[in-house]
């Protein structure tokens, strides 16, 4: 029997000065990466900057971000970000888009998530499309008319929807081409999404802290404080084991006095599992190897990748991915 089509993504933060991100691209696409994409997480860098330099450093990836939101972000702007970073990368872009974390702190309208997310990718489907008929929604609008001013590459661009939520997973099944869940590693989860889908045609992607180190205690005392913050906001969000609500009630008030050491150091081995790729170069394929034979299409690896991020980026692309591409 024939293996699924696998795909392998590099996922960055936007910490690093302009300049920095070239290098880690190319590198990753020489490794034999699919995808390589950046956060756009509150508080650091916007996405744009770093995707452009992606885009002009390589020639094959995948390029977009994970994701863009349409509350901190209209969308005329979604649709010329993406526009700007397809020119880029002549015609490689994707666009994630989801309904965002932490934006309440932003004092935000976050109400009517779904919808938000809807509405805003059939404005930029329409602007990209140059239909210029107008739209008329709850949250998003576009009068008669109205079309984007400049040329864009391709009229149509992939969707990535990025999502816990069911109804928006069903909202992917419908319209995009990959649902991401950010901040999973946990092979039981995939055949959720794919009921919460619908539909067989969306790829599945999993993306998480990701610490990769010849020594696998060091690695995985370093993603329990990686990924403290993460499983403090998506912990209870995973359906197929729980986590103990003590855990949580333990874990929310130290994240949030920003001691994440403290926080990390009270996640157990299996939980951290589920949350995080960490370990030996062995391990971590191992962990991807089981997302994938679970049906997923990508599994991303996220920052910090590694004790220092070059070294676990290079062990990514030297131990990690030649593990995975065995036939």
């Given at each position: 029997m024939s293996r699924q089509r696998r795909e392998l993504g590099l996922a960055l933060q936007t910490d690093k000065p302009l300049g920095e991100y070239a290098a880690f691209a190319r590198r990753a696409e020489d490794a034999g990466f699919d995808v390589v994409t950046t956060f756009n997480d509150l508080w650091f860098q916007p996405a744009l900057p770093a995707l452009l330099e992606i885009a002009a450093a390589t020639e094959r990836v995948r390029v977009g971000p994970s994701c863009l939101n349409p509350f901190t972000l209209h969308p005329i702007e979604l649709a010329g970000q993406v526009a700007a970073i397809d020119r880029a990368s002549r015609g490689r872009a994707f666009l994630g888009l989801a309904a965002g974390a932490w934006l309440e702190t932003l004092g935000v309208d976050v109400s009517l998530?779904?919808?938000?997310?809807?509405?805003?990718?059939?404005?930029?489907?329409?602007?990209?499309?140059?239909?210029?008929?107008?739209?008329?929604?709850?949250?998003?609008?576009?009068?008669?008319?109205?079309?984007?001013?400049?040329?864009?590459?391709?009229?149509?661009?992939?969707?990535?929807?990025?999502?816990?939520?069911?109804?928006?997973?069903?909202?992917?099944?419908?319209?995009?081409d990959e649902l991401k869940v950010g901040g999973s590693a946990n092979p039981a989860l995939v055949p959720l999404l794919r009921e919460w889908i619908g539909s067989d045609r969306v790829g599945i992607v999993l993306g998480a802290v990701t610490v990769v180190d010849e020594d696998r205690s060091r690695a995985r005392a370093a993603a329990r404080e990686e990924v403290a913050m993460y499983v403090d906001v998506v912990g209870a969000r995973?359906?197929?084991?729980?986590?103990?609500?003590?855990?949580?009630?333990?874990?929310?008030?130290?994240?949030?006095?920003?001691?994440?050491?403290?926080?990390?150091?009270?996640?157990?081995?299996?939980?951290?599992?589920?949350?995080a790729f960490?370990?030996?170069?062995?391990?971590?394929?191992?962990?991807?190897?089981?997302?994938?034979?679970?049906?997923?299409?990508?599994?991303d690896f996220g920052t910090p990748h590694g004790i220092d991020e070059r070294q676990g980026v290079e062990l990514l692309c030297r131990e990690v991915l030649p593990r995975l591409r065995v036939s």
């Open positions: 998530p779904l919808t938000s997310v809807r509405e805003a990718w059939e404005v930029v489907r329409r602007l990209l499309a140059g239909d210029d008929e107008g739209f008329a929604g709850k949250r998003f609008s576009l009068a008669p008319g109205e079309r984007l001013r400049y040329p864009v590459v391709r009229r149509e661009v992939p969707l990535l929807v990025g999502t816990w939520a069911p109804r928006l997973a069903a909202f992917a099944g419908e319209t995009a995973d359906p197929t084991t729980p986590l103990e609500p003590e855990l949580l009630r333990r874990i929310g008030p130290l994240v949030a006095a920003g001691d994440h050491a403290a926080a990390g150091a009270l996640i157990p081995d299996d939980v951290l599992s589920r949350f960490a370990g030996t170069p062995a391990d971590v394929a191992a962990q991807a190897e089981a997302v994938l034979d679970a049906g997923a299409l990508r599994v």
